[in-house]
Nanobody, 124 residues
Framework: QVLLVESGGGSVQAGGSLRLSCAAS????????MAWFRQAPGKRREGVAS????????YYADSVKGRFTISQDNAKNTVNLQMNSLKPEDTAMYYC?????????????????WGQGTQVVVSS
C-alpha cells in the first residue's frame, strides 16, 4: 500500500507563494507517477501537475504553467509543489496522488492512491 501525507497549505494573499509537500511511503512500483490535484467547492477535481518519478518528466495544467513547479526529493521520498503568483481562483483543497502507471495529472481516475488533502486559500 502507498501512504501519502500532504502538508504546507494555508492562507495567503493574491500574489503570494506557498509550498506544498507530500510525504510518500510504500512500494515504489506503485508510485511511478506522482501528482497534485485540486478541488474547489462545487467543482470537479482537476489535475494541477504531475511528475514521473523515474526521469523527472513533468506535466502542468495550462492554468498553472509558469506559476507552479513540481519537484521530487528522492532522499526524503517527498514530492513538492511550489506555488507562486497565487490567485484567488487557486483556492481549493489540494491532494497528492500516486499512480502505478506512467500517467499525467489529466485524469484523477488514473491515480490509485490519494492523500487526505491540504487546504489552500488565496484572498484578493
Amino acid at each position: 500500500q502507498v501512504l501519502l501525507v500532504e502538508s504546507g497549505g494555508g492562507s495567503v494573499q493574491a500574489g503570494g507563494s506557498l509550498r506544498l509537500s507530500c510525504a510518500a511511503s510504500g512500494p515504489t512500483y506503485n508510485r511511478k507517477s506522482m501528482a497534485w490535484f485540486r478541488q474547489a467547492p462545487g467543482k470537479r477535481r482537476e489535475g494541477v501537475a504531475s511528475i514521473y518519478t523515474a526521469g523527472g518528466v513533468t506535466y502542468y495544467a495550462d492554468s498553472v504553467k509558469g506559476r507552479f513547479t513540481i519537484s521530487q526529493d528522492n532522499a526524503k521520498n517527498t514530492v513538492n509543489l511550489q506555488m507562486n503568483s497565487l490567485k484567488p481562483e487557486d483556492t481549493a483543497m489540494y491532494y497528492c496522488a500516486a499512480g502505478a502507471g506512467w500517467v499525467v495529472a489529466a485524469d484523477p481516475g488514473h491515480f490509485e492512491y490519494w492523500g487526505q488533502g491540504t487546504q489552500v486559500v488565496v484572498s484578493s
